[in-house]
């Protein structure tokens, strides 16, 4: 066909596509994802109408080659033209390298189990000052309900009364509760200490989940006592520190927001890097929320404020596990990283696993519920995509021609706030990554 010999842009570009001899950017994206479709349906079209009329079966196609070898259609793999149609297909593990990052997700994944623990909800809801929280959440919620019933009666507020009770939580938690360490300062005689090392745990800090210690020396030469730095992951310990870094703080505010009714994700970044996702109800959809930065619902804020290219972000939850990647990346050319622990079938069948593990027991109801919501937030990422790929084109747009702009009205978003800023430029986290910033950290010890 003529049509499937044309390029994006002249589809795009086309004279039925343009107001006023002016191109109109306001509908792009839903244009250019309805092309995308288009476009496939013709390439299978033609592929059909290449195809013999005839349609043997495969026993009889094979019986006029006996001498063939079976193993000779698999020897050359076929083009990508072919299989680009094709959808993936969730496949075990077999390689090492895939056996170990399966390991790495399994293991990660039992982390907000630990926010079911009755005990420990109980511990989290004494420390949470709940008339003050409630207090906050019930002004902005009325606040919010007024704004929308001034735009119309049908109108209704951005966010709910529940996702005022995080935000306002969020608030709390970053400017009342935790403290952010970088060096800690010396128990003796407060001042500021230089890094030694690490140094293996004790029973006790062992026993509360600290895999590992940082060891540190006052600066003083007078003084030159040591500080030890435990990385607990246990929460109920990290509850009475009330002290860390990015694996604390999201690890203690995730179980917070469990604490007073919110559904939680914990995502985990390849890159050194864990945050919260809470489940709104008003806009049925998962929001990112950082509590190191009180970050609300930016999930572009890692890849275009802080700079830091990344690989795999996964969210884990009691109802299982989701890559979540393309909320947070949505240009992999320049912001991304090689994906290269495993083949994207296997990381589909490592969620896949995990989501049978967590969901095994529910009810075939609530099994129902949840893959409706699975196919609503497959549907969101997948929209990151498109939305991305129409930015690019429009960018190779003209600018006298576009009456409407797609994202020039969006806020630019800020460099990382939380940390040392020596910490944050290694990291690559100050809005541009040096050289070196890039490589991951060993498997899960950071943040």
Not at 428 to 436: A, I, Q, R, V
């Amino acid at each position: 066909m003529a049509h499937s010999n044309h390029n994006l842009w002249e589809d795009l570009t086309t004279p039925s596509n343009r107001r006023g001899g002016r191109f109109d950017a306001t509908d792009l994206t839903d244009r250019f994802e309805q092309l995308l479709s288009n476009r496939r349906l013709t390439n299978l079209a033609d592929q059909a109408k290449s195809r013999p009329t005839s349609s043997p079966s495969f026993s009889q196609s094979t019986s006029h080659h006996p001498s063939r070898p079976s193993s000779t259609s698999s020897a050359v793999p076929p083009s990508y033209s072919s299989l680009r149609n094709i959808p993936k297909v969730a496949t075990p593990p077999q390689d090492p390298a895939s056996r170990k990052f399966r390991n790495l997700l399994v293991a990660v994944s039992v982390t907000p189990l630990k926010y079911e623990n009755p005990g420990l909800l109980d511990d989290a809801l004494a420390v949470i000052p709940l008339e003050r929280i409630y207090g906050d959440a019930e002004e902005e919620s009325q606040i919010l309900q007024a704004q929308a019933a001034s735009i119309g009666e049908d109108e209704k507020p951005q966010w709910g009364y529940q996702d005022c009770v995080i935000r306002a939580l969020l608030r709390w938690f970053k400017r009342s509760f935790m403290t952010w360490v970088n060096n800690p300062p010396c128990p003796v005689c407060s001042t500021p200490t230089v890094a030694v090392g690490m140094t293996p745990p004790t029973p006790d800090e062992a026993a509360r989940g600290a895999a590992r210690v940082e060891l540190y020396r006052c600066s003083s030469t007078d003084c030159g006592a040591y500080e030890r730095f435990p990385r607990y992951s246990d929460v109920w310990a990290i509850l009475q520190s009330k002290r860390g870094r990015c694996g604390e703080w999201a690890n203690c505010f995730s179980m917070l927001c469990r604490a007073v009714g919110g559904r939680v994700r914990w995502v985990w970044n390849a890159e050194d890097h864990v945050w919260t996702e809470v489940y709104s109800e008003q806009q049925k959809r998962w929001i990112h929320v950082d509590a190191c930065e009180e970050a609300w619902d930016t999930p572009r804020l890692y890849s275009e404020g802080w700079g830091k290219k990344m690989s795999y972000c996964i969210a884990f939850s009691i109802d299982g596990a989701t890559d979540v990647t393309r909320r947070y990346v949505r240009n992999p050319a320049s912001q991304g990283l090689d994906r290269n622990r495993a083949p994207e079938e296997v990381l589909m069948y490592i969620t896949n696993e995990i989501r049978q593990m967590r969901r095994d027991s529910l009810s075939k109801e609530e099994k129902r519920r949840l893959i409706k919501e699975d196919d609503r937030e497959e549907k969101e990422l997948r929209g990151y995509v498109v939305s991305a790929l129409a930015t690019e084109i429009e960018k190779m747009i003209p600018i006298s021609t576009i009456s409407v702009p797609i994202s020039g009205s969006e806020q630019k978003l800020p460099v990382r706030q939380s940390g040392a800023a020596e910490w944050r430029q290694a990291r690559g986290e100050n809005g541009s990554g040096p050289p070196g910033s890039d490589h991951p950290s060993r498997e899960g010890e950071g943040h």
